[in-house]
């Protein structure tokens, strides 16, 4: 029997105990759950990680091995069936591995995954993390295993180590259990610090598998990427991560984009909030059916090629990932994989149509099954009639554990095995019929697919370096192929009926689509002038109206604004007839503001930052490096000088709101600018968005240039104090990187001052911002485990 079977029948009777109130119980915990970690934000990953919930309720505790892969757990839990015998037959009929590796491949297959992690090499503090797992945290893990400590005496370290062909040490994989974490102090911290990374963007959760194929796809900068089954984003983020690799050094806009394509709204925008920490200009959110992704023409019917770089992360039966969702094994069925490949084939076919001549394209699933790996690639190297090559990669990542592509497979159906597509024509009757409905010719093997170099395609196994399983291929295209034009040409695309429903994502092209209103570009004389004015936004060339769109209807004043690149405009000005679903766009740079004494109506949002920064000349301040420190650890500091514009006026009795300030008493106790030359700076700072940027020496002292910039944070300049907008997780986790001694101790606050109430509205409105955050991110993370 094997393992968690028999126990699975024990705890089967006890989970008997207390009938109908299971249910609600379940769902009164579930609530428990997601209101504590609503609490504590993004941190919740990593914990989930740790106490993977409902997963972790369900681990046998004498055969599972615990979240970050140690050997013995102690879980008290209900246990997942691990075992399909359907399963077991048909992939030992695949030839997928030698039969002397089978038990091997089994047991991994039961053990849960190790969690992986990897460093946004696009983030601002990438060296430094890196820096820090090295040299301080495995060090430290290092000296602990030869100390011999433990957590409880039974349970031996596993060294922190770097995936080995994970390019520049970005991707970590962790081996502590929940136990370990909990029991020693050194974890414990350790732990504390990746959810404080994870919060702050600097690192991502995801599968080793997962991170495979961007790689294969070598992006560039100047790339032009659909990326066509794309949510819930986490190789979008790598993409733009690629797309930007330059622009960490230079701070320039690349020439390239990523238009990132998902069948299903909600899923667009989990895309949307996952890709929001990139800040890119350079990214259009679509929601079309892969298959039917339009064929973009311009006014005269000339076709708008717009890719050379595609990746199909097809949907799949997602038996891969067994290890993160072992539910699967109690579902698995050889039925799956046979109702899948026909959609798969369409994405892929649909791609391989919008790709342009040279161009590469990467076919990927988290699945084993080679009806939804060999026999797609197959059938798109027929369909393509010798246009595309399938490309051997195996130089590249040579660290990558990887078995070649079969070249020949088994096709089973829920009624059981076919040997060929003669013998299903020639089944009579209605089930053969229906058999035959379900099961495509392209599942099967024949002599043309083994004329072809599949083993050039590469399946990741997970017994062979401890992760999911994973199928890529890789293909380049020579040239346009005969059939292309007819037979691949979808029918156009169905229109979405109009309709004034509600949609939580945006939308549409030309066309109101479900409400919504299509891009437009920002070009009301009044909003430029202000942006121009209040933020100082005069740098030669560029052209507010050019970059920056919204989707306010003319008329009115925008409520988002967001930015765009130059190429990004143009792929939008080209598909004049608006046949893209665009469900999001670039980086929203601004929100409308609704404080009638600000200047402009409009402030920086919190992702925008970076965007705009290098747009800006006003409404930025230079604090000494005490001064920012304090800023970051207090959140606050009192600005012992009125706004512009708002000082009394000379000869004037009464001080003007604002003045008054001074006379508040407790005020007078709190951190304020000390500095006179911080005070001039802030002379010409007007009421409303501002941006407090360290001084040069500061932030060259400290390795704290980014994008060609100095670390700079959004506030709140008020009538009295000047508030940090950025939340807190983020601050601390800046407040980090500053040495012990400059940090300080953050004073207790009262927030009885009327003044600080009124200043604090924008801070509220952030608060809740957050809290939105988070639930959005708990959302993507349950999203994040199905494949479909
Ligand atoms: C395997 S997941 C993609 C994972 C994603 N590439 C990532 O790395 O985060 C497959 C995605 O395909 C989407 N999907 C399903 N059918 C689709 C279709 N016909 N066209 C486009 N996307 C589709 C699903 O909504 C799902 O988000």
Known sequence: MAPGEEDGRKRGSQGGRGGGNGKRRKQWRGRQKFEKNRKRGKANEWQQDVNPGKRKERYDSRSQTPAYGGKHSTYDVKPFQLTNASFEEYYKAQNILAESEWEEFLETLRRQLPATFRINSSGNFAKAIRDKLKNEICTKIESMMEEGITADGKEELQPLKPLAWYPDENGWQIQFSRNQIRKLEALTDFHEFLKRETEAGNITRQETASMIPPFFLDVKPSSTVLDTCAAPGSKTFQLLEMIHAQTTKDGGIPEGYVVANDSDTKRCNLLTHQTKRMASPCLIVTNHEGQRFPVIKKDDDSEVMMFDRILCDVPCSGDGTLRKAPDLWRRWNCGMGIGLHKLQLQIAMKACRLLQ?????????????????????????????????????????????????????????????????????????????????????????????????????????????????????????????????????????????????????????????????????????????????????????????????????????????????????????????????????????????????????????????????????????????????????????????????????????????????IKQKHMLERPSVKSEDTLEQLRSVNMGCCIAMMRDEDAKRFGFVFNGKPLSISCWRGTITVNLLTNTNETDQLLEKFPEELRGERKKRSHANKYDRKEEDAKEEEDAKEEEDAKEEEDAKKEETLCL
């Open 357 to 661: 001549v040279g161009g590469r394209l990467v076919y990927s699933t988290c699945s084993l099954n080679p009806v939804e790996n060999e026999a797609v690639v197959a059938e798109i190297l027929r369909l393509t009639d010798g246009s595309f090559e399938l490309l051997d990669v195996s130089d590249h990542l040579p660290e990558l554990k990887r078995r070649p592509g079969l070249k020949t497979w088994r096709v089973k159906d829920k009624i059981g095995w076919i040997e060929n597509y003669a013998e299903l024509e020639a089944l009579e009757g209605e089930t053969g019929e229906q058999r035959r409905r379900s099961v495509a010719r392209s599942c099967f093997p024949d002599a043309a697919s083994d004329a072809f170099p599949l083993e050039r395609s590469s399946r990741i196994l997970p017994h062979d370096a401890n992760t999911g399983g994973f199928f890529v291929a890789v293909f380049k295209k020579l040239s346009e192929y005969p059939k292309q034009k007819k037979s691949e040409t979808p029918k156009p695309a169905k229109k979405e009926e109009p309709s004034e429903e509600k949609n939580d994502g945006h939308a549409s092209g030309g066309r109101r689509w479900r409400g919504i209103e299509p891009v437009v570009p920002v070009n009301d004389e009044e909003v430029k002038k202000s942006l121009r004015e209040f933020y100082g936004i005069e740098r030669e060339n560029f052209d507010i109206e050019k970059s920056f769109v919204s989707r306010t209807p003319p008329g009115t004043l925008p409520k988002r604004i967001y930015y765009v690149s130059d190429s990004v405009r143009k792929i939008l000005d080209e598909d004049s007839k608006q046949d893209m679903r665009v469900t999001s766009v670039g980086v929203k740079i601004f929100e409308k503001q609704s404080n009638k004494r600000v200047k402009t109506p409009y402030r920086i949002t919190q992702e925008g930052l970076p965007a705009i920064l290098p747009l800006m000349t006003k409404q930025i301040f230079r604090p000494t490096l005490e001064e920012f420190v304090t800023l970051l650890r207090e959140r606050s500091l009192v600005i012992p000088e009125a706004p512009p514009g708002l000082e009394p006026e000379e000869g004037e009795e009464a001080p003007a709101e604002g003045a008054s300030y």
